[in-house]
């Protein structure tokens, strides 16, 4: 299905619609081989530097949750999103249909409020100040608007041991989950990796199961909220479903080639 598609060519905004909906059937198809419930897998759109059009595009073909690499992308595209309308069949404007934001690339800690105002999560946990700035600042946000609950973050996981990668390893994993289950304003919701970059499959489930096993081990140590499990990109996303992904972060696969920058 994903492979009728040309990874190569930048596809205009119905082949966008056209590619959301191939990659819904795709993931059903692996959630039905993996022997896993339908609708157990969410699909994370990733959207760095790609315009709101194109981003309004994949919401309109029913796309509801998107991740952002670039707090600043994620602010300005969340403004211009906002702003856009779409006409209904009376010609009345109606707003965009909804959607939630998660920021999945590295937090700077001057970032850290903004990332708070324009996203549902932040997927990218990977040290202790970090979680200290984020929880004090909920806090504040909370004291202000008695309506936000405790923010959900769940740990970057090292997976592969790549030097190159952000993360936390699964060892370190246990002592930041322990941490930031005191803080107060904090839901630690989940673990996100990002696969080993290989071509050997063994080595990527491998990665991804590693997560899983770190998942079951912190919810038998108490801590039950570690739900989610984002794992899978477009070229892995077979695999980590069969490893028990609950989302997979996907942005190839619809949106083509990512823009030069
Ligand atoms: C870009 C990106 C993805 C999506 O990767 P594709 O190979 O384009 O599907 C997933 N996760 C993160 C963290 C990313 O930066």
Redesign the pocket.
């Known amino acids: 299905m994903l492979s009728a598609f040309d990874m190569t060519a930048i596809p205009n905004l119905a082949e966008i619609r056209e590619r959301y909906c191939a990659l819904r059937e795709a993931v059903a198809e692996a959630e039905s081989k993996a022997g896993r419930p339908a609708g157990s897998v969410a699909i994370e759109l990733?959207v760095?530097y790609q315009s709101p059009e194109r981003i309004a595009a994949a919401l309109e073909a029913g796309a509801h949750l998107f991740?952002h690499?670039i707090i600043q992308q994620l602010a300005a595209s969340e403004g211009a999103l906002a702003e856009m309308q779409r006409t209904d069949s009376t010609s009345r404007h109606i707003p965009l249909p909804a959607h939630r934001t998660h920021v999945?690339?590295h937090v700077q800690s001057n970032k850290a409020a903004k990332a708070l105002a324009f996203a549902s999560c932040i997927e990218t946990l990977d040290s202790v100040e970090l979680a200290e700035r984020l929880n004090r600042l909920q806090g504040e946000r909370r004291a202000a608007n008695g309506n936000f609950g405790p923010f959900d973050v769940f740990l970057q996981i090292n997976s592969s041991g790549a030097p190159s990668q952000f993360g936390v390893s699964p060892a370190e994993a246990r002592e930041l989950a322990a941490r930031v289950a005191t803080m107060e304003h904090l839901n630690l919701a989940g673990l996100m990796t990002?696969g080993a970059h290989t071509d050997d499959t063994r080595s990527i489930a491998r990665s991804f199961e590693v997560v899983r096993e770190l998942r079951e081990e912190l919810v038998a140590a108490g801590f039950q909220s570690v739900v989610e499990l984002s794992m899978g990109?477009?070229?892995d996303m077979d695999i980590a479903i069969a490893e028990g992904s609950t989302i997979v972060?996907?942005?190839?696969?619809v949106f083509g080639p990512?823009p030069r920058h």
């Open positions: 990733a760095k991740g690499n999945i690339g990002i990109m477009t070229g972060r996907v942005g190839t696969a990512r």
